[in-house]
């Protein structure tokens, strides 16, 4: 599987579409296939909801979003990879509405909606994945699709009264020189003054927009906070760009083609990512499947203003059994304590670190800008000043294995900088998988805060939440030792002064049923 496509809750029922390969786990013509849960952690597979079938979409069904419209109506519009992967966007609209699980779709008569022509200057073979829409203050439609010209990356912009005539604007909503394909494309409104979610068509005082793109060049995901004028339809970063090594990201780690969707009965925006693997093709033959969603994570704007916070969803929570809880504790310098007591291969683990001292914190040098080569320079087992502290995670017995998602302290110029950390290069003996070594700075004063980290382990994947959900890295590990009851989990300090643990709770994490 790849990219999420199409999330939504309809009737008290949460969809899932994606971007899935019947033929095997590689890649191949693409169908959208379709799961529902009503809590977001158990699911039910249904047969796919829409394949190639037409001469439009013969190479595949690609990426695209739901819309509701009027009428409590969901509607598909997705790309289709036709001849020579040329790409045009498709609606597609429930056969039933009064089955609750939407089982079947149908396409259009009109198909293609969208499509490159002579006249509209479109690159047919970079035109692709349709947000979700939303309506302007003259009662038009918007949607953007992402592509670019030459190596400018742009979100092409498309109005309609009827949901099915659509018409290109002359300017896309939003471009950026030298980005290359913007894949994916997300414009939802966040509240700047709750913690809460906004409906895709909500703009006005207090509500910020924000932009996030997939960049097929490096794969990595940007995003930027800013202003959306629904009059104009352009959209203003309010610093930054989508593609800077200071951009930010939802993700440092392995995390793609996401997409949010507002979830109505909840008041809350939801996150849906897909997590590719870092292993071999043949691996992937071998054990029969390959990439998987990231557990879905509630986003939305921290009070700075500056940034985007997201934390697992509550219902993951349903899943913890067995708590074990560390009493208050000092881990001096040097120091690797066991957690013991649960199912380290299957865990989510919360804990916080106080630091009451930081004058052995290392100088950060003017150069070490780029937190994910600060990581791999200064890994686990790299002695610093304050940090590394952490966890380290799928560990084998005798630590042969293990990936540590830890924190380093550095003086910056005029302020302390914390670097976070997941570092996979002993994740496993073995070495074909891509053992990168993910970072990220995070936006907290360690002077004044404890330094919190969230963890979900479920064997291969490791998801990691800083900070209370400002900075997130997932990434994928293989280990041959640390699997199932061979798993351990330990804190670390591998730093020169001692910090305070004064909260460690770990949970064994239960099966969710997907079937
Ligand atoms: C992103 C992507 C999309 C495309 C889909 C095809 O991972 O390349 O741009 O629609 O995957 O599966």
């Not at 095997?24 to 394949?51: C, E, F, Q």
């Not at 429930?94 to 259009?108: A, F, T």
């Not at 939801?270 to 043949?282: A, F, K």
Request: charge should be neutral; proline fraction near 6%.
């Amino acid at each position: 599987m790849n990219d999420p496509n199409g999330p939504m809750i309809y009737k008290g029922i949460y969809h899932l579409f994606y971007q899935y390969n019947p033929q095997g786990p590689v890649p191949g013509h693409k169908v959208w296939a379709h799961s529902t849960s009503t809590d977001l952690v158990n699911w039910t597979p249904h047969v796919p909801a829409i394949v190639p079938s037409q001469e439009y979409d013969l190479n595949g069904c690609w990426s695209g979003s739901v819309t509701i419209l009027p009428g409590y109506k969901p509607a598909i519009l997705y790309t289709g990879a036709g001849p020579q992967k040329k790409q045009a966007q498709n609606l597609a609209a429930p056969k039933n509405l009064s089955d609750p699980y939407l089982i079947e779709w149908v396409k259009s008569p009109r198909n293609p909606l969208m499509a490159s022509t002579a006249a509209n200057g479109i690159n047919a073979s970079s035109f692709r994945d349709p947000t979700t829409a939303w309506v302007g203050p003259d009662g038009r439609w918007r949607v953007i699709i992402g592509s670019k010209r030459d190596r400018m990356g742009m979100a092409i912009l498309y109005r309609s009264r009827d949901f099915v005539r659509w018409t290109k604007a002359r300017r896309p909503l939003h471009s950026a020189d030298d980005t290359g394909m913007w894949e994916c494309p997300d414009l939802f409104p966040v509240s700047a003054r709750f913690p809460v979610g906004l409906d895709s068509s909500v703009n006005g005082p207090n509500v910020k927009h924000v932009l996030k793109v997939s960049l097929d060049d490096t794969k990595h995901e940007y995003y930027t906070v800013g202003t959306y004028d629904s009059r104009a339809d352009t959209y203003v970063p309010d610093e930054g760009s989508v593609d800077s090594d200071s951009g930010l990201r939802y993700d440092y780690g392995k995390f793609y083609g996401s997409k949010t969707f507002f979830d109505s009965e909840n008041n809350r925006r939801i996150l849906w990512g897909w997590i590719n693997e870092s292993s071999t093709v043949d691996d992937d033959i071998k054990k029969g499947w390959s990439g998987v969603m990231a557990i879905p994570r509630t986003l939305w704007l921290d009070k700075s203003g500056k940034q985007l916070v997201q934390w697992p969803i509550l219902e993951i929570e349903k899943l913890r059994t067995n708590q074990v809880d560390l009493p208050n504790k000092l881990i001096e310098a040097g120091t690797v304590l066991e957690v013991p007591g649960i199912t380290a291969a299957q865990a989510d683990v919360e804990v916080s670190f106080e630091v009451k001292e930081l004058e052995k914190a290392e100088a950060l040098e003017p150069a070490g800008t780029n937190p994910q080569m600060l990581c791999s320079q200064k890994g686990a087992s790299a002695k610093g000043g304050v940090g590394p502290f952490g966890l380290l995670v799928m560990a084998s017995k005798g630590l042969e294995e293990y990936t540590a998602v830890f924190f380093r302290i550095f003086k910056g110029q005029n302020k302390y900088v914390v670097l976070m950390c997941s570092d996979q290069s002993r994740s496993s003996l073995k070495n074909c998988n891509d053992k990168t070594t993910y970072g990220a700075f995070l936006d907290v004063d360690p002077l004044h805060e404890k330094l919190s980290l969230r963890t979900l382990i479920d064997h291969s994947i490791v998801e990691s939440f800083g900070g209370g959900g400002k900075s997130c890295i997932t990434a994928r590990v293989y280990p041959v030792l640390a699997v199932r009851d061979g798993t351990h989990l330990h804190v670390f300090n591998n730093g020169a002064q001692s910090v305070g643990v004064p909260k460690l709770s770990a949970w064994s994490m239960k099966k969710a049923r997907i079937n």
